[in-house]
Nanobody, 115 residues
Framework: QVQLVESGGGLVQPGGSLRLSCAAS????????MGWYRRAPGKQRELVAV???????NYADSVKGRFTISRDNAKNTVYLQMNSLKPEDTAVYYC?????????WGKGTLVTVSS
């Protein structure tokens, strides 16, 4: 079992920045990929960014150049640095970890981009 706890969400003005964190605990050995997904109001959950244990990353086209995913294996934590935020980035952001072929999800953190 893997437990994931997200933090760092909040209200930010357009053009602003936030950094999300996702701390993993439990059976954290051999966690492979970790990533961030989001669900905007009235929309389906979508991939934002993913990072493998080796450090390879992948991003949704909508966030490329603005968001950066990183991983601190010593702290069992993955981060999402979000810059140049837009109103359309408003969503609940979820952390996901893949471990033993099973997907684990956090409960999410709300990001609201509004003036």
């Amino acid at each position: 079992q893997v437990q994931l706890v997200e933090s760092g969400g909040g209200l930010v003005q357009p053009g602003g920045s936030l950094r999300l964190s996702c701390a993993a605990s439990g059976s954290i050995f051999s966690i492979n990929a970790m990533g961030w997904y989001r669900r905007a109001p009235g929309k389906q959950r979508e991939l934002v960014a993913v990072i493998t244990s080796g450090g390879s990353t992948n991003y949704a086209d909508s966030v490329k150049g603005r968001f950066t995913i990183s991983r601190d294996n010593a702290k069992n934590t993955v981060y999402l640095q979000m810059n140049s935020l837009k109103p359309e980035d408003t969503a609940v952001y979820y952390c996901k970890a893949v471990h033993g072929g099973v997907n684990y999800w956090g409960k999410g953190t709300l990001v609201t981009v509004s003036s």
